[in-house]
């Protein structure tokens, strides 16, 4: 069966200008979780129920680099959209996600909050097609992954490598109940060849470190035979709804894949 996640967007207008967070999807999980929840919510959990994106202003998505503060105004409205994975919570908690209050408090300031648009979709395989196009619409967090015993801090590549593309959706996959081969991720850069890109590096402020990861486009030659093919279109087809890399349930990562 053909995992379902429910994407909804809404539209968040603080009352009054605001300086928040420069990781705004904690702002967008502080405009939903005061008024939903759900069994095992704020515990530790390899992929979350619910991914928040960042806040988007005039279709751009909003994050502070630490150049500069992240202020939002009064009166204007600031999107956001929450992909809730409808197998983990039940369809019927799923959907309270579409009731939304009228109002909300952010940073203790009144706020609107309304629900802008709303669909259950299935991460179906991704279309056939000779090149994928791959947008990261947000900082994307890529790990090289780590031997075992050694003892190193995390590093995040600054490309889309197919490699650790291909590995973290493999990973990650298995929470879905999708059990991808790992000898895919062996054979990713002669599946997945590079084509085109204009791949930059993206910075987050987090606290008093910068999370540094990479935003941008890539497109890739699908020049895999059909087994190896079919599932990396369906792994592929997945990160559509859960993201690619680190932290997705924070925003990182968001990505829009096309097909040609």
Do not use: C
């Amino acid at each position: 069966m053909e995992r379902r996640f429910l994407k909804a967007t809404y539209a968040l207008t603080p009352g009054r200008d605001l300086v928040v967070q420069a990781l705004t999807s904690r702002v967008a999980k502080q405009a939903v979780l005061q008024w939903f929840t759900y069994p095992g919510a704020g515990t530790p959990q390899p992929e979350k129920p619910l991914k928040f994106s960042y806040l988007h202003h005039q279709g751009r998505p909003l994050w502070g680099d630490g150049e500069a503060p992240v202020a939002v105004r009064g009166g204007e409205a600031y999107h956001f959209q929450v992909v809730a994975d409808v197998e983990r919570l039940g369809e019927d908690l799923a959907l309270r996600l579409l009731q939304p209050p009228r109002e909300v408090k952010i940073y203790g300031a009144p706020a609107r909050l309304e629900l802008a648009e709303a669909s259950i979709e299935a991460a179906a395989p991704l279309h056939p097609g000779r090149y994928v196009t791959v947008r990261f619409k947000t900082p994307t967090l890529l790990q090289y992954p780590k031997p075992p015993r050694v003892k190193a801090p995390t590093t995040h590549t600054l490309y889309p490598q197919p490699r650790l593309l291909i590995l973290n959706l493999i990973q990650r996959a298995r929470a879905y109940g999708v059990e991808a081969p790992l000898s895919l991720y062996v054979y990713a850069p002669f599946d997945l060849v590079e084509s085109t890109h204009a791949v930059r590096p993206a910075a987050i402020y987090v606290g008093p470190h910068h999370a540094v990861g990479f935003t941008g486009v890539i497109t890739y030659r699908l020049d895999a035979p059909t087994k190896r093919a079919r599932w990396i279109t369906q792994l592929l087809g997945l990160a559509r709804y859960i993201g690619v890399g680190h932290s997705t349930a924070m925003g990182f990562g968001w990505v829009e894949i096309t097909t040609q």
